[in-house]
């Protein structure tokens, strides 16, 4: 039900190897026409579409599962968008086992996995209250058995703040068992944005993990790439342990890189013709700029893609900072240059439009037709020409704002280099035997003047380092770093090892955690003490702290006053920040003797790490039935 009125939609699926992709269309001639459009765009027609669009994505999407006979332990939320799954699935639930919706979500969220893939605070989607009360308000009510404030209270950092949006990421927050970033970096960019939901814990203990993105090899090497990987690896390289690749490709020669590369090049280049001349023809461009296109590019020069969404944070123009000097670099007669640029902005972005503009305006006023191309309609079949045809992969966005990237791994298997800035993926890529980098790996906002730098960056990169090693006689630093990329980053940056380390560190633990939650009542436990200690807790605090020095460490004595709380249920811990030269430090502390009366409940630990005493406060939380702290309950009291 949408506003009063029941919405229908279509399941559509597409065969992907063994799997099945389900696709919901609401275009069904049962539904009002107002909802028969919410399938009909990504990315546009506004807050109001959009929530639509997530209640059936979330909410349909779990009651289509359903309608499949499918039983799964794990959902994996890929962004906050499927986010209202976790309220449905906890409907099923409550249904199901009898109970009411907390002790239903306590139970189930075990078994969410929600990936971020947003790197600032502003791309996570927000609802105004009263929105959400006309589509989900009567659901809450009706279906979960809660109040509008206990839904709202879901999706916000602070629940009694009535005019504070409803946020998806949020929501996706407390309804999963396991929270992650899409590469290392994007997880310490992502602990500092949730950090609010979990006050007083330190940065990097906010409960948010990450697995790195990686890419379906197979979907982007060109013909040329398969038959060299074939040559060292096999044909079924890919569909097993990928262990044994690195040594494989190492043992081929130079001249096959080379082969493989000048192959490529050779039939992009006949591609990007072909595509040219249609797109010249199409967009009413003179005949003489068509026939330069017909005969555009060359097969034996150093060719650079740069492809991806026309977004402001992508800084998709810092080559266009000196025009004039990028003609020159690629008008130059000794070692030329070919550049091919793709992509599209969003449809209401003007700014990522002008971008497009002011790369089309540089082709035309510098006459680089036979040099330089804006391909439109970026799409995957365009990338794939493009990852596959390329020499190198460009990529400057603003650090820390892109959250991984991909369109850079795709070179990886085609012997494409890349020349990216420290950010995403890269960071954990990059060593100068397998590429280049801009950047200092440090944060600078939108400071012109940074920006302006790592133009002067770029230029030198290309000028001094990149043309000179692709034009030395031989290739032979080329074809090395093409070897080392080749070797060492394919297999790492490939699905193959996303998808092992998703099962092994998340799916698998999650899918035993779920089974032990809904096959008793561990949900109704959880809640049940939950409660009692929002009854206790505030009555918590320490009483006398002692720190003795001795010859080979510390030790500590410390008194805490627990309100009644069972002392299995909390963990007392000493503290020590990183600093000094020395890492974080958690040493557990051991009760002693649990008293009556007021006495107050002893802890004792010893310290043997050479810290001074001084750097250890003591901290208490609670710990109980199995559930994940700080995720599930972010309770902290810290001795100051």
């Given at each position: 039900m949408l506003s009063g009125l029941t919405v229908w939609f279509r399941a559509w699926y597409v065969c992907v190897g063994q799997l099945r992709l389900y696709l919901l269309d609401s275009n069904d001639a049962a539904n009002a026409p107002?909802?028969?459009?919410?399938?009909?765009e990504v990315y546009g027609g506004g807050t109001e579409l959009r929530i639509k669009q997530e209640i059936l994505l979330g909410i349909g999407g779990w009651r289509l599962i359903k309608a499949l006979g499918m039983e799964p332990d794990v959902c994996h939320l890929n962004e906050g968008h499927a986010a209202f799954l976790v309220l449905e699935r906890a409907h099923d639930f409550m249904k199901k086992a009898n109970m009411p919706f907390e002790a239903a979500l306590a139970a189930t969220r075990a078994g969410n996995m929600f990936t971020s893939h947003t790197a600032v605070a502003a791309g996570f989607d927000l609802f105004t209250p009263s929105l959400v009360q006309q589509y989900l308000g009567a659901y809450a009510q009706q279906n979960l058995g809660i109040s509008f404030d206990s839904l709202m209270a879901l999706g916000r950092r602070n629940a009694g703040d009535p005019n504070e949006p409803f946020n998806m990421a949020y929501l996706a927050i407390r309804g999963a068992g396991a929270v992650g970033g899409v590469s290392r970096l994007h997880g310490e960019v992502s602990r500092h944005l949730f950090s609010p939901l979990f006050p007083r814990w330190p940065t990097p203990e906010v409960p948010v993990g990450h697995v790195t993105n990686g890419v379906h090899t197979p979907s982007w090497d060109s013909e040329e790439a398969d038959t060299l990987w074939t040559k060292a690896a096999g044909k079924n390289r890919w569909l097993g342990d990928t262990d044994g690749l690195q040594n494989a490709i190492l043992q081929?020669?130079?001249?096959?890189?080379?082969?493989?590369?000048?192959?490529?090049?050779?039939?992009f280049v006949t591609f990007l013709r072909n595509r040219m001349v249609r797109q010249y023809t199409a967009t009413g461009y003179p005949p003489d700029t068509i026939d330069i296109a017909s005969k555009a590019f060359d097969p034996n020069i150093l060719t650079i893609g740069f492809a991806r969404r026309f977004a402001e944070y992508k800084r998709t123009n810092l080559l266009l900072h000196d025009p004039d000097r990028l003609a020159r670099i690629l008008g130059n007669t000794d070692r030329p240059v070919q550049l091919v640029i793709a992509g599209k902005a969003f449809p209401t972005d003007g700014y990522g439009k002008g971008l497009i503009h002011d790369w089309l305006q540089f082709i035309r006023q510098h006459n680089l037709y036979h040099k330089a191309a804006f391909l439109m309609d970026y799409d995957m079949g365009l990338a794939e020409h493009l990852v596959q045809g390329v020499d190198v992969w460009l990529n400057n966005p603003r650090r820390p704002w892109e959250a991984s990237g991909t369109s850079g791994m795709k070179v990886l298997v085609n012997g494409g280099l890349n020349c990216s800035e420290l950010d995403g993926w890269w960071v954990e890529a990059y060593t100068p035997?397998?590429?280049?980098?801009?950047?200092?790996?440090?944060?600078?906002?939108?400071?012109?003047?940074?920006?302006?730098r790592e133009a002067e960056d770029l230029y030198n990169l290309l000028e001094q380092q990149i043309i000179p090693e692709f034009y030395a006689p031989g290739k032979a630093s080329w074809v090395k770093k093409m070897r080392a990329s080749m070797a060492t980053l394919t297999p790492q940056f490939s699905a193959n090892r996303t998808v092992r380390e998703y099962t092994e560190e998340y799916y698998l633990p999650l899918a035993k955690e779920y089974k032990r939650r809904t096959g008793n009542d561990a949900g109704k436990r959880i809640v049940m003490q939950r409660q009692q200690l929002d009854q206790q807790w505030p009555g918590v605090h320490f009483g006398d702290f002692r720190?003795?020095?001795?010859d080979h460490g510390n030790t500590f004595h410390l008194v805490v006053y627990l309100n009644g709380i069972d002392p299995a249920h909390v963990q007392v811990e000493l503290y020590a920040d990183a600093v000094s030269g020395h890492e974080v430090e958690k040493v557990p502390m051991h009760l002693v003797t649990a008293t009556e009366g007021g006495?107050?409940?002893?802890?004792?630990?010893?310290?043997?790490?050479?810290?001074?005493?001084?750097?250890?406060?003591?901290r208490i939380y609670p710990t109980y039935e199995g559930i994940s702290i700080p995720l599930e309950d972010n309770r902290i009291l810290w001795l100051h």
């Open positions: 107002i909802h028969r459009g919410i399938t009909s081929l020669p130079d001249e096959d890189f080379l082969k493989m590369r000048n192959e490529g090049r050779n039939r035997e397998v590429g280049w980098a801009l950047g200092d790996g440090q944060e600078h906002g939108q400071d012109p003047n940074w920006d302006a720190r003795e020095k001795g006495q107050g409940t002893l802890y004792t630990a010893e310290t043997q790490s050479g810290r001074p005493p001084e750097d250890y406060t003591p």
